[in-house]
């Protein structure tokens, strides 16, 4: 498992080089329709189930939006929402989101503990990896290896994602194939701790 975590960061990371080169003001002309859903600068969504766009990193976004035009990555409320846009499009738009400030959200404290000590330093019973270990101490992310930003992220939508790649319904890449097998391990209460304690964690 720590073999093809290395290979994937390295990988991902020489991939993620190639595609940092998206222009934030030309992002920012089609980044309108987004509101809709993500809201203003991708910082508030309409729901708790969609993500927050701003600052989740704009290598990790640019792969997103690329998988999920070319169907890698099915969500079915982004059909053909994408279809009309080039690949520089979505590179700009990534650099546009990741330029925007991010909000957080007020963690339950009833749910901090448990959380963090998941998020921190996994569960060494279960094999559960620490998720900072990729994801940053503060849930920064990794730009380079295109790990997303999980700091002040919804928390029904990671939710929402760690129960998707958990029963294989978002699969189809080597970072996804990395998730499932750290989520296949999580217990739906280690979920609704980890999920709670990454949105406010700053």
Known sequence: MKKLIAGVVLGVGLTALAHG????????????????CHGQGGAQPVMATYPK????????????????????????????LLNNLSDQDLQDLAAYFNQQGVSIAQANPDLVERGAAIYRGGNLASGVPACAGCHSPQGKGNEPAGYPRLGGQN???????????????????????????VAARLSDAEIEAVANYVSGLH
């Not at 976004?61 to 999920?68: D, E, H, K, T, V």
């Not at 928390?155 to 097998?181: C, H």
């Open 53 to 80: 766009l701003a600052g989740i990193g704009e290598n990790y976004l640019y792969r997103q939006l690329s998988n999920i035009k070319s169907g890698a990555r099915t969500v079915p409320e982004m059909t053909g």
């Open 155 to 181: 928390a029904d939508y990671v939710a929402k994602q760690l129960k998707a790649f958990r029963d294989g319904t978002r699969s189809g890449t080597l970072n996804a194939q990395i998730m499932a097998d």
């Open 21 to 36: 080169a998206g222009n934030p003001e030309a992002g920012q002309q089609n980044a309108a329709v987004c509101a809709g």
